[in-house]
């Protein structure tokens, strides 16, 4: 099995991967092009179960099982907005299955430290 059988294309990045059981989820890129791509492994190699085209750039991805069904989260950002899509596993997906879309908000995070950072300062 070659790049092109499984990403379409023989030059391409792989920028995200993340495993789980027997599946193996990666975030490609191929010249301006992104796409998730599912894999499953077996003795018999390693098969494509789904791929997704993806506009916005990828940060981050990971497989799960919600309610015992798998799932691909994947974390974009695009035009400074935050988003973590949640793509139906391969036992779900029909054709042109479209992501639950979940836009995040980015909060500044502020800590009270009762103590200081430096080791060597003893009060």
């Known amino acids: 099995m070659s790049t092109k059988d499984i990403f379409g294309a ?3 990045s792989i920028i ?3 495993a789980l059981e027997r599946r ?3 975030a490609v ?3 301006s092009q992104q796409k998730v ?3 499953q492994t077996s003795q018999d190699g390693i098969v494509v179960e789904s791929s997704f085209d993806v506009t916005e750039e990828i940060t981050c ?3 799960t099982r919600l309610d015992g069904d798998l799932v691909t989260l994947v974390g974009t950002w695009h035009d400074r907005s935050v988003h973590l899509a949640v793509y139906p596993g391969s036992d779900t997906l029909s054709a042109g299955t479209a992501p639950i879309l979940l836009p995040l908000q980015c909060r ?3 800590l009270d430290m009762p103590f200081r950072l430096n080791p060597t ?3």
């Open 24 to 26: 193996v989820v990666l």
């Open 108 to 110: 500044k995070l502020h």
């Open 37 to 39: 791509v599912m894999l």
């Open 121 to 123: 300062n003893r009060n």
């Open 10 to 12: 023989t030059q391409v």
């Open 29 to 31: 890129r191929s010249d």
């Open 61 to 63: 991805l990971s497989l």
């Open 16 to 18: 995200n991967a993340f």
